[in-house]
């Protein structure tokens, strides 16, 4: 029961996103498409869990002083990985998420995470942690990523499900329309915690 | 006068037209988390503009001297982050030394600036862009001062804010995410200018 809630804790009650607030700056830069979206939060996905793991095997080898620069560089060679693993395979996603995956390594939700939880715990929980934050993470950016295509572009997913008559919000996929979506859905987050 | 022309189009560039904060999405979280009051946004974005060029400078030599000569291109992310992480320390040991009045003022800011992804983002961007030794210090001085700028601009506002009467569940991070939109609808004004 307790794994099952390491796992799910991720997604609504300790969303990265919308309850801590961390790694806001690829989820306003990306979210642009949902296809976008997809592509940031799986590979963040998979450096959280990867970087969870390691950091959970080696967290006795580790002396604390130094701690943060050893998490760091684990975290850099698996966001190595994922970048030539992505160019490799994805070039289309790759290209347009360009600068924000190698910016994965000071995404603050996965220090937060190897400081916070897989420094802490064994190498299971980690991984059940690792993947529940990250796919909340990934829910987080297609809900924006969602609303600002539908808006902006009157699609989802490439497809168009708005009737032709509708004019397109240009702001929504650019720059303001990130900002303004997200405290939007910041300030709903948190009338429904009042509730 | 081609060059003197060149350094006022990177300039307007790298300040207006492509903020690092408002326009590239970099550096989101000091710029919410360090806008509460004045003093502190200045002297953290004294501290950014500080670090964005010394990264920009060491960055580029290592990427030119160090990692394209031996071929290991490839480990440009872990490189730039250790990079950034140890210049980081040596500017506080370095303030710490010399200017303790300065130092006490920055104290708490210097390490966060590790994690701010302007720098790393900053970094990056010059060797994508191929920018030569002196375009490259310049890149990070005016993105530098473009965040700086908007830092400043939002402390002013933030202080206005907090007597202003809000729905309670906007308040804080919601509405501080809408006064971004709306700063950089207005920056976008400015991708309209033409050289």
Known sequence: MTLLKEFTKGFIKENPVFVMALGLCPTLAVTSSVVNAIGMGLAATFVLV?????ISLIKNLIPSKIRIPAYIVVIASFVTIVDMVMHAYLPDIHKSLG????LIVVN???LGRAEAFASKNNVLRSILDGLGMGLGFTLALVVIGGI???LGAGQFLGINILPDSYQPMLIAILAPGAFIVMGLLMGLMNLKKKK | MEFVGKILFMAVMAIFVQNFVLMRFLGLCPYIGVSKKLDSAIGMGMAVIFVMTMASTFTWLIHTYLLVPLHIEFLQTIAFILTIASLVQLVEMVIQKTAPALYKSLGVFLPLITT????LGVAILNIQSEYNF???ILNGLFAGIGFTLVLILMAGIRERLERAELPVSMKGMPISMIVAGSMALAFLGFSGLKF
């Open chain 1, 148 to 150: 600002r295509e539908v």
């Open chain 2, 134 to 136: 002196i375009f490259a």
């Open chain 1, 50 to 54: 990867f970087s969870n793991i390691f």
């Open chain 2, 116 to 119: 701010n992804c302007a720098v």
């Open chain 1, 108 to 110: 603050c939700i996965i």
């Open chain 1, 99 to 102: 600068l924000f995956i190698p």
